[in-house]
């Protein structure tokens, strides 16, 4: 499935801040992806939209298993 | 027929981001699975990953994995409630064309922290897990389906398998995401054939396929055993290749075949290319098996049955109670020695369980997998 350029561009930014982020690990604060607000999904509003960049998600709170392997298959 | 997708297990996850990156410039990613309730407790999720999900929804190309739902915890959960909260608010936002979850019951403190492990098939079982099918498919309005489990105790239990998800999923006219690798594991930890295993399957409720590696592990108390464990952490195997290669023209419903890996095998340059080369090769076969199957048709395979979800929900007290009793065995006994001892003279001896069947490695298995996800939950 063919994604605009700009999303594209987007996720790059996206991977590159991250990485940077995890490589200097730094200390982080938790920062406020959409200014409005999220709902409880995390999603945007219509008005909102647009993919925005460079505003690292907060590492602490990515489950185990991301890190560790999976154990839904129950082989993990 | 429906045409079939070649997809990525996608999450927020930098490694696998970074590796399926090339793969969504070149356009090769037709749709993308996401494991959507590990983000039930994010609280910040960047703006371009939710519009990565919303490209994919939009186009009916999003499908939603759940791992932490405990399909068979014998008592209903606070937990699996707010789960289904959650599940419900986030196909309000996003249109998954469907959502799946995982085989078993969790171990850990609260069977949300755990791995899953299997379980008895009984009545009782199955009335649990059709009783959670249909609560899933209440919150979510699409299709659902189970993925086979990987891992079992005795032979007995890999043939009865997929008759049993048969039945668990005939009243929500629910479908199997067959996962190759999982199959490789039962192939090789039991010596059985693959022609046999296969034949165990309902094949025509496949709606999706799961290409992934794994690794191996030595048995301690079989010396020369090897286990074959679905850790996700590896490259694909070509033996799981060719299994898609028999397996794909034998699924009339099939729609995705997607590529799992997680993000802990994927932090070099070189397993980034080798995760490349393997969605080619999964691409190559897809691509090989579409002629004569349909774009877009309109697909009323497995649409949702009308609801009809008992309340309260179904429970069994002692099932319960034996899961408890099976995961502090698994969790905290000193030896295999000790978790035998233990559970001889525990619940589940002579029980449904048949724990007197169970493979010696294989319960040494389940021991390593429960510590391991009991640490990280700690």
Known sequence: MKLSKSLLSAIVLGIAVQSAVSCTKSSLKPVGINPGGPNQTGLQSEQQKGPGVGRPYEPGSIPEWMRNGCPACGMG | ?378
């Not at chain 2, 099939?254 to 080798?274: A, F, H, P």
């Not at chain 2, 969605?279 to 897809?286: D, G, K, S, T």
């Open chain 2, 1 to 378: 027929m429906p045409r079939i997708l070649p997809a990525v297990a996608c999450n927020l996850d930098t490694n696998i981001l970074a590796s399926c990156l090339p793969l969504l410039e070149e356009s090769r990613v037709e749709a993308i699975e996401w494991s959507f309730d590990a983000l039930f407790h994010v609280k910040q999720v960047p703006d371009w990953f939710l519009e990565l999900l919303a490209a994919f929804s939009k186009e009916g190309r999003l499908i939603g994995h759940g791992v932490f739902f405990s399909l068979f915890s014998g008592k209903w959960l606070p937990e699996q409630e707010t789960w289904l909260q959650q599940l419900q608010h986030t196909t309000a936002a996003f249109r998954f064309d469907h959502v799946t979850e995982h085989f078993g019951f969790m171990t850990g403190r609260d069977f949300h922290h755990g791995a899953p492990l299997n379980i008895p098939y009984t009545p009782s079982t199955l009335s649990i897990g059709q009783d959670r099918l249909r609560r899933i498919q209440a919150a979510c309005c699409c299709p659902v389906g189970l993925e086979n489990l990987a891992f079992s105790y005795c032979l007995d239990e890999v043939r009865q398998h997929g008759e049993f998800l048969d039945a668990l999923l005939e009243p929500v006219n629910g479908f199997i995401i067959l996962d190759l690798h999982n199959l490789f594991c039962q192939l090789h930890n039991f010596d059985i054939a693959f022609d046999e295993l296969i034949a165990l399957y309902p094949l025509e409720r496949v709606r999706e396929i799961h290409v992934s590696g794994g690794s191996w592990e030595d048995s301690y108390i079989m010396p020369g055993r090897k286990i074959r464990r679905d850790t996700h952490d590896d490259a694909v195997p070509p033996e799981v290749f060719r299994l898609l290669e028999i397996v794909i023209g034998r699924c009339p419903n099939l729609k995705y075949v997607v590529m799992e890996q997680l993000g802990n095998g994927l932090e070099t340059e070189d397993s980034r290319t080798i995760f490349y080369r393997d969605f080619l090769r999964l691409e190559a076969i897809v691509n090989k098996s579409n002629p004569g199957r349909v774009s877009d048709p309109v697909d009323i395979s497995f649409l949702p049955p009308l609801a009809d979800i008992a309340h309260p929900p179904i429970e069994d007290e002692t099932l319960y109670q034996q899961q408890l009793e099976l995961s502090a065995i698994l969790e905290t006994a000193g030896s295999y020695g000790e978790a035998r001892q233990r559970l001889d003279r525990s619940t589940l001896a002579h029980s449904a369980w048949r724990i007197e069947s169970w493979e010696p490695y294989m319960l040494e298995t389940a021991i390593s997998i429960a510590r391991k996800w009991a640490a990280v939950a700690h």
